[in-house]
């Protein structure tokens, strides 16, 4: 063996043990730490999404008082239970206010003659909502019942901001007919019978209108609850409701 | 004059300069010991980095997993205001759905030409445009009530049409209320059911024409107007807050 020979051998011997060294000792720990960067990451995004759900319910709960009576208000246009007196009466003083005749309702979703469109989609759930068909009759001037129509849209609508106002029952109208009212056997000149098809709507029967909240707290908590740090009670909810 | 090799004997042949007498390996074991050195500061590092990060991920898992349990004592009010959300959708959704029946009438009365009265007026959602009677329109079913899943009972789409039957002191002025009834925002068609003059003795025409009578010896017509098909919601909140305004601006019509 020349000299040269043993230098070479020297070299190959030495590089194989330091590559032994990196692959069995180094390489392995380095992995584990690149492991551990994914898991970091991984657990960094879990913790942002879960700070991310914890900051939504504190929000949440911070507006908790506004959300209650935004459901309370909202079961104005939509109740719990079908509310045909307030309906009535919503009807009774709107169509008394543009010096309109409220002369008769009918609920078509019993009847069972009909075979108008209300009545075959009373079946179908709006939006989650049950359907409740009826028909009234008005007794008016066109004009009058023109005001009657824009006073019924005016119970709940959006306003130029884009946020709900409600201050009766939601209805949707499917189909008016006006003809002359006949007074005693003769048709007046000018009023007219206006014959209008309109749902209301009901909360489906599994929810309450507030689905078991209270105005303190929602429904599985105590009023107490608080999430990690904030020690900020409810804040009782308040609802002013005008008939 | 003989060549005399000056080299020392141990050092001739090609041995490497600074082989010194172990013949480099003393070289070798130093460049192990110094690689050896190398991948023990890389397996520090390595380590170092292993046992940080172990803790950092523990740290990271235990305050997700508090964040979590928080979140999850929470979880009512998130639900109930997802519940608020969900239902002010919903009736967003039914009240811009809905078809501004007032304006229609509003409009019917102010375009309606001198010397032309409305007797009966029938309006429907959701039936398509045609030229029969207005009593076989309104008992007949209508696509909406076909389309059983639907959200509203005037979805995006349904064709609001109005059957008006009146009278008119001539054919003229039917042609007029036909002309004038077209300028209606939002109106599509306009269609001529019947317009029906009495004959010189008054009777059998006007009273065989479809219409409600009582015109004497004006005309009586029958006409169809089709709006526009209802947009979708979003198109009708817009439609919605801009007519608002704009009546605002004006100050209304009434």
Redesign the interface.
């Given at each position: 063996m020349t000299?040269?020979d043993?230098?070479v051998l020297?070299?190959v011997?030495?590089l194989a043990?330091?590559g032994a060294?990196?692959m069995l000792?180094?390489s392995p720990?380095?992995g584990?730490?690149s492991k551990?960067?994914t898991?970091?990451s991984t657990?960094?995004a879990?913790?942002s999404?879960?700070?991310g759900?914890?900051s939504?319910?504190?929000?949440?709960?911070a507006?908790?008082a506004t959300?209650?009576a935004?459901?309370v208000g909202?079961g104005k246009?939509?109740p719990a239970s079908d509310e045909v007196p307030s309906l009535i009466y919503q009807l009774e003083r709107a169509s008394s206010s543009k010096n309109v005749d409220f002369s008769s309702i009918t609920s078509t979703l019993s009847s069972s003659s009909s075979?108008?469109?209300?009545t075959?989609?009373a079946?179908?759930s709006?939006?989650?909502?049950s359907?409740m068909p009826f028909t009234f009759v008005f007794s008016g001037s066109?004009?009058d019942?023109?005001?009657l129509?824009?006073q019924l849209?005016r119970f709940?609508?959006?306003?130029?901001t884009?946020t709900?106002q409600?201050s009766g029952r939601?209805l949707?109208?499917?189909?008016?007919?006006?003809?002359?009212a006949a007074a005693g056997g003769v048709?007046s000149s000018n009023q007219l019978s206006g014959t209008i098809s309109a749902?209301a709507?009901v909360l489906p029967g599994t929810q309450g209108l507030t689905?078991g909240?209270t105005p303190l707290?929602?429904?599985?908590?105590s009023a107490t609850?608080s999430?990690?740090g904030s020690s900020t009670p409810a804040t009782p909810a308040v609802v002013e409701a005008t008939p | 004059m003989r060549a005399v090799n000056l080299i020392p004997a141990e050092q001739r042949?090609?041995?490497?300069v600074g082989?010194g007498r172990s013949?480099?390996?003393a070289y070798?074991v130093l460049?192990?010991f110094a690689?050896?050195a190398v991948?023990a500061i890389?397996?520090g590092i390595?380590?170092h980095?292993?046992s940080t990060?172990?803790g950092?991920?523990a740290s990271?898992?235990a305050?997700?997993?508090?964040?979590?349990s928080?979140?999850q004592?929470?979880?009512?009010?998130?639900?109930?205001?997802a519940?608020?959300q969900?239902?002010?959708?919903?009736?967003?959704?039914?009240?811009?759905?809905?078809?501004?029946?007032?304006h229609a009438?509003?409009e019917f009365?102010r375009v309606l030409p001198f010397g032309a009265s409305?007797?009966?007026?029938?309006?429907?959602?959701?039936k398509l445009a045609t030229t029969s009677g207005g009593s076989k329109s309104?008992?007949s079913?209508?696509p909406?009530?076909?389309v059983?899943?639907?959200?509203?009972?005037?979805p995006p789409g349904s064709i609001p049409t109005f059957t008006l039957t009146g009278c008119a002191a001539s054919q003229d002025t039917v042609a007029e209320t036909i002309d004038r009834l077209r300028l209606i925002n939002g109106v599509s068609t306009v269609t001529l059911s019947s317009a029906t003059k009495p004959g010189p003795s008054g009777s059998g025409a006007a009273s065989s024409g479809g219409g409600?009578g009582?015109c004497g010896r004006a005309v009586t017509y029958n006409l169809q107007v089709a709006f526009q098909p209802l947009p979708t919601t979003t198109a009708a909140?817009a439609a919605?807050?801009t007519r608002?305004?704009s009546e605002?601006t004006t100050g209304g019509s009434?």
């Open positions: 000299a040269r043993r230098n020297i070299v011997v030495l043990i330091l060294g990196w000792v180094v720990e380095r584990k730490a551990l960067a898991q970091i657990a960094q879990t913790l999404a879960a700070e759900k914890l939504e319910a504190h929000n949440a709960q507006q908790y959300a209650y935004a459901v909202l246009a939509v075979s108008s469109s209300a075959t989609a079946a179908a709006a939006a989650g909502f359907q066109f004009f019942l023109e005001h129509f824009a849209d709940t609508l959006r306003t130029p884009g709900l409600v939601l949707t109208i499917q189909e008016v007919k006006l003809a002359p048709a749902v709507y689905a909240a707290s929602p429904s599985g908590t609850v999430g990690s | 042949g090609g041995s490497s082989a013949g480099g390996v070798a460049a192990l690689g050896i991948l890389l397996y390595a380590s980095q292993v990060r172990k950092q991920a990271l898992e305050r997700a997993a508090q964040a979590e928080a979140a004592q929470l979880a009512p009010y998130t639900a109930f205001a519940l608020r969900a239902r002010t959708q919903a009736v967003e959704s039914l009240v811009d759905s809905r078809f501004d029946w007032a009438f509003h009365g409305l007797a009966s007026l029938t309006g429907t959602i959701g309104s008992s079913s209508s909406a009530a076909s059983g899943a639907v959200s509203s009972v005037t409600s009582g909140a919605a807050t608002t305004v605002t009434k």
